[in-house]
């Protein structure tokens, strides 16, 4: 058995002004788990490092923490792949307010969560006298976002949270789209507006660390994916990110190519006077040194055949 | 060594300066170009958001295009290349899928994808195929004393299971690129996190927030200049740089160059045969 340094940061707001990093020496039993190393410290060398944990097989959620500098579940995940030049660096999830070593405030995640009314809103007036029910087919569109078990390692990597605490978060966005998509439930657009105003779908970067960190099925950036194509349909187009998609659509349907002096205008929308002459600085520079795009839009060739699949889906659309 | 070349958008347009950094450094190499002209956007994640049928069937579309030519792909954008390789990776696994995007690729254009194209980003073309070795001994004006920040850009590394990278939770292909020119990598926290740019259009704010954080830590790094193999980050950190400045108390001045302009520097291309002067941020003279 090796012996390994586990660098733990430790936070006690009674005696610390600031974090600090504590080191602890475990010999690893092979297969041990993170979570099994933890105990293990805190059982046999320390009793006061503190740490979330309970159910120890990947169901609450609690043990979440940073490995290594990326999020993951620690009774999931077994210790000796984590060690690098003999370390593992233990930090608390990111994006939240520490309590204590490894404890954080979730109390702004699961406010989050509450944010897009995580139940079922089904029709009042349909009145059924059974149960409702999804067909299989209908459940296999929320079955991976049903598989979230709220452990919060998206939110803590999510780097859209690290420059805006108002963003709704990956969590959330899965949670919303376990609704929009579930059949029984009657708020569909009302929900798909809800979330595509300020702070919710279209702040999402798309950096993929939530679908990367996420250590079930979740992966909330397909779930997010998945809202912004149920916002596209269901025609909530009235906000910067849809007018952006609908950019794309109408110019590359039309030219094969994107039309970069376009898309920022039909973004912002037409009529946007302030967001216009926003734009303005940033073009006149890059024209100044020829780094704009070309004022007359190019095409590819053949273009004719990328028009005929977008043709093709703009008749499926109206039907 | 011959690859069908898909420039994507921006190297057409707001990026023009990657384009002649391709040429420049390729035509060194030996690497010969088929500049695939009649290939579409790749919808950068966002057409998919519209329709992501229509996502698939366009870039479907662009396989069949270079398995006809007999080519493997060269992206010159990694999130063209991240997007590329979801779609390809996703098609390949769900059979019934790639089956309905071929009939409609059939019935629309007449052509079919049959799942044989190998797409690969410049770099990955240099570090697998090409070879560092090779490519040392191309070089005519090593980069010597030159410390780079690489940002690589979220395409090429998230969700893992579409990356091609060996590590992409910590990543050193870019290092090793850096590495061998004779310049020397920096390696800074932000390396790996989010430029902003696909938030631009939707919260300006926290886009350049994004942006400033990477330049900064690649200024405190001790960095000469950064480098990206995504146009998108070069476009965040460029162009955009004196309105991150504008939000700070000190002046920034970090050039981020594509990845193959940097290649090209190397390999004796001179600062306008690459259009560094288009650059918002242009390298110190001595630099380069």
Redesign the interface.
């Known amino acids: 058995m090796s012996t390994v340094t586990f660098r733990i940061f430790r936070f006690d707001p009674e005696r610390d002004a600031t974090g600090r990093y504590q080191d602890y020496q475990l010999a690893l039993e092979p297969g041990i788990t993170l979570l099994n190393c933890l105990n293990k410290i805190k059982w046999e060398q320390d009793a006061t490092l503190t740490f979330r944990m309970s159910c120890g097989s990947a169901i609450c959620g609690s043990c979440a923490m940073r490995v290594?500098?990326?999020s993951l579940l620690a009774c999931k995940t077994q210790a000796s792949p984590l060690v690098k030049d003999g370390v593992i660096q233990i930090d608390p999830l990111g994006n939240a307010n520490i309590i204590r070593d490894l404890a954080v405030d979730l109390e702004p995640f699961w406010a989050s969560i509450r944010k897009v009314k995580p139940w079922l809103m089904p029709d009042s007036a349909d009145n059924p006298e059974k149960e409702r029910l999804q067909t299989p087919e209908q459940y296999l569109k929320i079955d991976n976002s049903t598989t979230c078990i709220m452990c919060a390692a998206c939110w803590s990597d999510c780097?859209?949270l690290?420059?805006?605490k108002k963003?709704v978060g990956p969590a959330a966005l899965a949670k919303a789209q376990r609704f929009i998509h579930d059949t029984r439930d009657a708020k569909r657009v009302e929900r798909l507006e809800e979330i595509s105003e300020?702070?919710g779908v279209?702040?999402?970067?798309?950096?993929?660390?939530c679908?990367?960190r996420c250590p079930t099925e979740a992966?909330p950036?397909g779930r997010i994916?998945e809202i912004?194509?149920a916002a596209?349909?269901a025609g909530v187009h009235d906000?910067?990110?849809a007018r952006?998609?609908?950019g794309?659509?109408e110019t590359?349907g039309k030219r094969?190519?994107?039309d970069?002096n376009y898309?920022?205008v039909r973004?912002?929308g037409f009529f946007n006077i302030p967001a216009l002459l926003?734009l303005l600085?940033?073009g006149i520079?890059?024209f100044i040194?020829?780094?704009?795009?070309?004022v007359i839009p190019?095409s590819?060739?053949?273009v004719e055949?990328?028009r005929?699949?977008?043709s093709?889906?703009e008749e499926l659309?109206k039907e | 060594m011959k690859y069908a070349l898909y420039t994507g958008c921006v190297a057409k347009g707001a990026g023009r300066e990657l384009l002649a950094g391709t040429y420049a450094a390729c035509s060194r190499l030996g690497i010969d170009l088929v500049e695939m002209t009649d290939a579409a956007c790749c919808g950068a994640g966002v057409i998919s958001e519209d329709n992501h049928f229509v996502a698939d069937a366009l870039n479907a579309r662009t396989y069949s295009l270079a398995e006809q030519m007999g080519l493997p792909i060269m992206n010159i954008c990694t999130t063209c290349q991240g997007v590329h390789r979801k779609c390809q990776i996703n098609l390949a696994n769900n059979p019934a899928h790639m089956a309905e995007v071929n009939k409609v690729l059939k019935e629309e254009t007449g052509r079919e994808y049959k799942g044989t194209v190998k797409i690969r980003h410049f770099y990955e073309v240099l570090l697998e195929e090409y070879g560092l070795e090779k490519l040392k001994s191309k070089i005519v004006k090593p980069l010597t004393g030159m410390k780079v920040a690489a940002f690589y850009g979220c395409y090429a590394m998230r969700p893992h299971e579409y990356s091609d990278l060996a590590n992409p939770d910590d990543p050193d292909e870019l290092e090793k690129i850096i590495t061998a020119l004779g310049a020397t990598p920096v390696r800074y926290d932000e390396r790996l996190k989010c430029c902003g740019f696909p938030i631009l259009m939707m919260n300006k704010s926290d886009s350049l927030q994004l942006s400033a954080n990477a330049l900064t830590g690649a200024k405190k790094a001790g960095a000469d200049l950064m480098v990206t193999p995504c146009p998108l980050c070069h476009l965040n950190m460029d162009a955009y740089q004196p309105e991150i400045e504008g939000r700070m108390d000190e002046k920034l001045r970090m050039p981020v160059l594509h990845i193959p302009q940097l290649v090209a520097l190397a390999l004796g291309a001179t600062p306008a045969e690459i259009r560094l002067q288009t650059h918002i941020v242009r390298p110190k003279k001595e630099l380069v």
């Open positions: 290594n500098g990326h780097n859209a690290e420059v805006n963003f300020a702070n279209w702040n999402c970067t798309h950096c993929g660390e679908s990367t992966k950036l994916e912004r194509e596209m349909a906000n910067n990110g952006h998609v609908l794309f659509r590359v094969g190519l994107l970069e898309v920022p973004s912002v926003d600085p940033v520079r890059m040194r020829r780094k704009n795009p070309p190019h590819i060739e053949k055949e990328v005929k699949i977008f093709r889906f659309r």
